[in-house]
Nanobody, 129 residues
Framework: QLQLVESGGGLVQPGGSLRLSCAAS????????IGWYRQAPGKEREGVSC????????EYAGSVKGRFTISRDNAKNLVYLQMNSLKSEDTGVYYC??????????????????????WGLGTQVTVSS
């Protein structure tokens, strides 16, 4: 069974840190660009960050730039999202998506409709004092 599983969410105080992990089972992440999305209560899902297949290109939403860092360890079949200086507005369910993009150098189009892609079920992040 092909699936992604997010982990590492939890309750943290403002200014704190969390590291999310996205693990793949049943397939190898080497062939996929990865995106992190989040959805806050009552809001639409929004893109947070992404990383290209080769790990060279990364992108971030303006609201998290300088605070979040995405990385990947293909040997472990894992992608991480390090989140520092967390704010209450970072609260939401965080999802990862793996997209089998043909271009190893980009991730901005993840996920692309019509292309092979897998979503995880999400992990809750709550930033509150």
């Amino acid at each position: 069974q092909l699936q992604l599983v997010e982990s590492g969410g939890g309750l943290v105080q403002p200014g704190g840190s969390l590291r999310l992990s996205c693990a793949a089972s049943g397939f190898t992440l080497d062939y996929y660009a990865i995106g992190w999305y989040r959805q806050a209560p009552g809001k639409e899902r929004e893109g947070v960050s992404c990383i290209s297949k080769n790990g060279i290109m990364t992108e971030y939403a303006g609201s998290v730039k300088g605070r979040f860092t995405i990385s990947r360890d293909n040997a472990k079949n894992l992608v991480y999202l390090q989140m520092n200086s967390l704010k209450s507005e970072d609260t939401g369910v965080y999802y990862c998506v793996a997209d089998r993009t043909p271009n190893p150098y980009i991730c901005s189009d993840v996920p692309q409709e019509g292309r092979e892609a897998y979503w995880g079920l999400g992990t809750q992040v709550t930033v509150s004092s």
